[in-house]
Nanobody, 126 residues
């Protein structure tokens, strides 16, 4: 599985961006997909994940109500819609994939994902 993330950029606080993660090499209809981020000088942290068998999504508390993870099966692409962006959302965002349906606690851990995209930088200015 190869993942290609894009859609990052520079945006003012309060603005919106939509990140995309296109998968190739495998149809991930049964995969769990996640988004993580890493800010300068900080560890990688969980942002959002979706397991579409069962319709399960999970969000970090810091982004709940502002970010939405979704998927286009036909395009084999996962999206992260980010609204009401804050300066503290500035980070490199990574998409990740894991085969099968993960339980929520595992969905929120980067250790559960063997496949990773290259990251896309999101910069939110004040």
């Amino acid at each position: 599985v190869q993942l290609q993330a894009c859609g990052g950029g520079l945006v003012q606080a309060g603005g919106s961006l939509r990140l995309s993660c296109a998968a190739s090499g495998q149809t991930f209809s049964t995969y769990t997909m996640g988004w993580f981020r890493q800010a300068p000088g900080k560890e990688r942290e969980f942002v959002a994940a979706g397991r579409w068998s069962g319709g399960i999504t999970s969000y970090a508390q810091s982004v709940k109500g502002r970010f939405t993870i979704s998927r286009d099966h036909a395009k084999n692409t996962v999206y992260l819609q980010m609204n009401s962006l804050k300066v503290e959302d500035t980070a490199v965002y990574y998409c990740a994939a894991a085969a099968g349906a993960m339980i929520i606690s595992t969905m929120r851990s980067s250790n559960g994902y063997p496949y990773w995209g290259q990251g896309t930088l999101v910069t939110v200015s004040s």
